[in-house]
């Protein structure tokens, strides 16, 4: 399989409106502005998903990623990071928020200096140090992992999901329709949306990956 990528992504989603929420491209402009208020430079991959669609929403908000900005209503890009961080959740500054599974759990990229790739952390909350767990070495093979899980479990093998999963070219192997969690399912789209995952069974509170690693990660060329 070829590694998914943000435009192949963009068109599977296009192919399940009444299941994917996309909305128009955030601005070059709006991008640098969250960068600014960062501190940081957003990955490539990010900002070639955020060109596209400005926030992502699977429907029942199994992921939801921000909008790049936010507003008085919804967190964005530029603020949800230090919201999570006021609420004593232990993430990493070179962290920055990107969305949640609309459960106890959120996702972010890693930002550091030298970051050669997207890498995805789950956090989870944590009063001391930080819960995280890698669970994509690009931000597309996550985002086709996640939804190659979810949109099965929650809506069967309708059309507009079987289109889906063609366009991803998700092997048949791993097509389910199960309507409970399932965390072998899961690990097992995980690793096949990035192959080189450091850790073939992601737990933040088992295994938290450190700064460290995380940074080695992010700064080795794939």
Known sequence: ??????????AAWRLAPDHVQLS??????SL???ERELGVDLPEELKELYLSTDGVTLDRGDLTLFTARGSEEELGLSDATATYRAWDWGLPEQVVLIGSDGGDSVFGVWSGK??????VVQGEVSLGDPAMAVVGTSLAGFLAAWTAYYLPMVHGMNAQVLAVLDALQVPEALREGE???DDEHVQALLAWGSAD???DEPDPYARPVSVAELEALATTSP
Request: charged letters at 20%; aromatic letters at 4%.
């Open 32 to 34: 640098s502005a969250a």
């Open 197 to 199: 995952l450091p850790d």
């Open 179 to 181: 309507s409970e969690f």
């Open 24 to 29: 128009d491209g955030a601005s070059p402009d």
């Open 114 to 119: 030298g970051a050669a790739r997207a890498i």
């Open 1 to 10: 399989m070829s590694r998914p990528t943000i435009p192949a992504l963009l």
